[in-house]
């Protein structure tokens, strides 16, 4: 089993940058494949960005790519989520997720969750 931890949302202006964090618990981390999701208010949840279990593949979001970036630490049992020029339209509840297939979007193939971190951006 693994448990998930997010933290560095907060309330930042448009343009600016923000990086989260998920910490996971247990030995098992580097075998699964991570992903960021997101749900703003009255949303579904969405998905991100994604990341397979060495680091190596990463796959995003239309909406993100090119302003946002996944990796990860094996080592220190965490993922992260750099988001620059970051815009009204991405304030949300961020979520990290933990899935044993590479390259999923959906929240259902997800099977790890934590509890989220607020990330919103004012314009």
């Known amino acids: 089993q693994v448990q998930l931890v997010e933290s560095g949302g907060e309330l930042v202006q448009a343009g600016g940058s923000l990086r989260l964090s998920c910490a996971a618990s247990g030995r098992t981390f580097s075998s699964y494949h991570m992903a960021w999701f997101r749900q703003a208010p009255g949303n579904e949840r969405e998905f991100v960005a994604g990341?397979?279990?060495?680091?190596?593949?990463?796959y995003y979001a239309d909406s993100v790519q090119a302003r946002f970036t996944i990796s990860r630490d094996n080592a220190k049992n965490t993922v992260f989520l750099q988001m620059n020029n970051l815009k009204p339209g991405d304030t949300a509840l961020y979520f990290c997720a933990a899935t044993p297939r590479m390259g999923l979007r959906k929240v259902t193939d997800y099977v790890y969750w934590g509890q989220g971190t607020q990330v919103t951006v004012s314009s």
């Open positions: 990341i397979s279990r060495s680091g190596g593949m990463t």
